[in-house]
């Protein structure tokens, strides 16, 4: 357990609002990643960082920005919602060295209505 | 283009039946993992393979390098193993791990 979490675990928001999801970790990983997970496509990328202030896009970054000012903290903002953004969100974290795991966080599920 | 292909998509099993699901990747990877996820639960990793074979209980995850491909086998299947696992590879090159659709598996008891 690599000590990650992540909040709000679940919210509903209205269309056109702005959200942010935020994941903690304790472990000093280096890398952090936001993931989307819906029926049919699996986790896609969102957005990742490599270090404090280093980030990159992944597939599906349209409509969401990311920061990491924190080496513990990666925030995940929607900067308005569409019901499309429905989705369950996992953040992940793994250590520099390959030989190591993947870590995820318990998810958070969020329901733009 | 899908860098990693996971088979079967759906599973059903009688308990205790043996059970293999298959990974098959296109890139040169540094590492392949395993992951689980219960329904409506988070995601924990099982098994993290760069050669060879591990095994934890009932769980064996195989891996052979030259044919990219990887296996996961549930020796005498449980309720509990019903889940939905996932193949993931990080590529040689790159922070970016490609993610298999998953393998859902139910065992019936």
Same mark, same amino acid.
């Given at each position: ?15 056109? @609002? ?7 970790? @304790?472990?000093n ?8 997970? *819906? ?16 980030? *990159?896009?992944?597939?599906?970054? *349209?409509?969401?920005?990311?920061s990491?000012?924190? @080496? ?15 989705s369950?969100?996992?953040?992940? @974290? ?20 | ?38 329904? =409506?639960? =988070?995601i924990? &990793? ?9 095994k ?13 491909? &990887? ?10 193993? &019903? ?7 990080l590529?040689?090159? =790159? ?8 393998? &859902? ?5």
């Amino acid at each position: 357990d690599a000590g990650i979490t992540q909040s709000p675990r679940h919210k509903v928001t209205e269309t056109g @609002t702005p959200v942010t999801l935020r994941c903690h970790q @304790t472990e000093n990983h280096r890398y952090m990643y936001w993931y989307r997970q *819906d029926p049919g496509h699996g986790l896609r990328l969102i957005h990742y960082s490599y270090g404090v202030k280093d980030t *990159d896009k992944g597939e599906v970054s *349209d409509g969401y920005s990311v920061s990491r000012s924190k @080496t513990e903290d990666f925030l995940l903002t929607l900067e308005s919602a569409t019901s499309s953004q429905t989705s369950v969100y996992f953040c992940a @974290t793994h250590p520099i060295s390959s030989g190591n795991t993947i870590y995820f966080g318990e998810g958070s599920w969020l329901t733009v209505v | 283009k899908n860098e990693v292909e996971q088979s079967p998509q759906n599973l059903t099993a009688q308990e205790g039946e043996f059970i293999t699901i298959n990974c098959s990747y296109s890139v040169g990877i540094s590492a392949l993992h395993w992951l689980q996820q219960h329904p =409506g639960g =988070g995601i924990v &990793s099982l098994f993290m393979l760069s050669s060879g074979k591990k095994k934890h209980g009932r769980l064996i995850a195989t891996i052979n390098i030259q044919e990219k491909h &990887s296996s996961l086998h549930i020796t005498a299947s449980h309720p509990r193993d &019903s889940a939905v696992y996932i193949c993931a590879a990080l590529p040689n090159t =790159g922070n970016q791990f490609y993610f298999g659709t998953g393998t &859902s598996l139910t065992v019936i008891p």
